[in-house]
C-alpha cells in the first residue's frame, strides 16, 4: 500500500467509496413522494446519473479530507485560516451526498424539514463560499513572490 | 485622482460593493422572486426566510466583489491558466449562485408534481452537479498550486541567503 502514489491512494479511496455509496443511497434513502405518485421513468435515469455525481464527489471529498490537510498547511496561513479552508473544500464534495439525498427523502411540503436542510446545507456552504473567497485570496496574493 | 483611488484599500472597496450589491439584491427579490417561505407559514418560518435571503445577499455581493477584485492576481500565477481561471469562477459560483438558486427551487415547489420534478432535476444537474464539480476543480488547484509553492521555497531562502551575505561582504571589502 506503502508503495502507490499518492494520486493512485487518492483514486483508489474516491473511487471505492463513490462506488458504495450509489446503491447505499438508493436503499437508504427512498423519495417521498404524495401517495399514488412516483417518477416517470426518464427522470429515474436523470436521478441515478445524480447519485453517480453525488457518489464520486463524496469520494473525493473523503479522499480531499484524509489527504488534504498537510498539504493546506503548506499555504502558511493561520492555524484557523487552514483549518477552515480544509474543511471548506472539503464540506463542499462531501454535502451533496446527505444533502441532495434528505431533498428527496424530506418531501415537498415538509416546510420545517426544507427550513433545516437550508439551514443545515445551504447557509453553511455560503459561509464556506466565503471562506474560500478569503483563504484564496491570501494564498494567491504570496504565490507570484513564492513560485 | 487615479492613484488615489488606486490607493483605496482592496478590502474597503470589496466591503462596499458587497454591501450595495447585498442592499439592491434584498430589495429586487421581493419584485423578481415569490417568498421562500410560503405566505401561509407561521412568522418563525417566515423569519427563517428573510435570515436565509440576507445571507443570499451578502453572499451574491461577497460574489460579485470577489468576481470583481479577484480575477488580476489570478492571471499572475503560474499555474495552468485554465486551471487558475476555472477555480477563480468556481469560487464566484459559489458565493453567486444561491440566490437565483434557492428562489428557482421556491417556484418548483408551487408547481404541479411533473414540472416540479423536471424542473427540480434541471436545478440539481445546474447547481448541484456545477458546484460538486468546481469543488473537485478547488481541490486540484489548491493541490498544484500549495505543492509549487512549497517545492520551490527551498530554492527561494538559498537564493535569497547568499545575496545578502554577498551584499555584506562587498560592504566589508569596501571598507
Not at chain 1, 479530507?65 to 485560516?81: E, F
Not at chain 1, 483549518?83 to 439525498?101: F, Q, T
Request: glycine share 8%; net charge positive.
Amino acid at each position: 500500500m506503502s508503495k502507490l502514489s499518492f494520486r493512485w491512494r487518492f483514486a483508489i479511496i474516491a473511487t471505492a467509496i463513490g462506488v458504495v455509496s450509489i446503491p447505499t443511497s438508493l436503499l437508504l434513502f427512498r423519495p417521498n413522494f404524495p401517495a399514488g405518485l412516483s417518477l416517470p421513468a426518464p427522470a429515474l435515469v436523470l436521478l441515478v446519473g445524480l447519485k453517480a455525481f453525488e457518489g464520486l464527489a463524496l469520494g473525493t471529498g473523503i479522499a480531499f479530507l484524509v489527504y488534504g490537510y498537510p498539504l493546506i498547511k503548506r499555504a502558511g496561513q493561520s492555524h484557523l485560516l487552514t483549518l477552515l479552508a480544509y474543511l471548506a473544500i472539503g464540506w463542499y464534495l462531501v454535502n451533496w451526498w446527505p444533502h441532495d439525498n434528505l431533498h428527496l427523502v424530506n418531501g415537498v411540503y415538509n416546510l420545517w424539514g426544507l427550513l433545516a436542510i437550508e439551514y443545515g446545507f445551504h447557509f453553511t456552504l455560503m459561509v464556506a463560499g466565503g471562506v474560500l473567497a478569503f483563504f484564496f485570496y491570501r494564498v494567491i496574493r504570496l504565490a507570484p513572490a513564492r513560485l | 485622482m487615479r492613484n488615489r483611488y488606486s490607493r483605496v484599500d482592496v478590502r474597503f472597496r470589496s466591503g462596499l460593493i458587497t454591501l450595495v450589491v447585498a442592499c439592491i439584491t434584498f430589495s429586487i427579490t421581493f419584485v423578481i422572486w415569490p417568498p421562500l417561505v410560503p405566505r401561509w407559514g407561521p412568522a418563525t418560518a417566515q423569519a427563517l426566510g428573510y435570515g436565509l435571503l440576507a445571507a443570499e445577499s451578502v453572499a451574491i455581493g461577497g460574489g460579485v466583489a470577489f468576481l470583481a477584485f479577484g480575477y488580476p492576481t489570478v492571471k499572475r500565477l503560474s499555474v495552468s491558466p485554465r486551471l487558475a481561471v476555472a477555480s477563480y469562477l468556481g469560487i464566484g459560483y459559489f458565493l453567486v449562485n444561491w440566490w437565483p438558486h434557492d428562489h428557482l427551487h421556491a417556484i418548483a415547489l408551487s408547481l404541479d408534481f411533473s414540472s416540479l420534478i423536471w424542473m427540480s432535476i434541471a436545478i440539481e444537474y445546474v447547481f448541484h452537479v456545477g458546484m460538486m464539480v468546481f469543488g473537485g476543480v478547488l481541490a486540484l488547484f489548491f493541490a498544484q498550486i500549495l505543492i509549487a509553492t512549497s517545492a520551490t521555497e527551498p530554492a527561494t531562502e538559498s537564493a535569497t541567503v547568499p545575496a545578502r551575505d554577498t551584499a555584506t561582504v562587498r560592504e566589508v571589502m569596501v571598507r
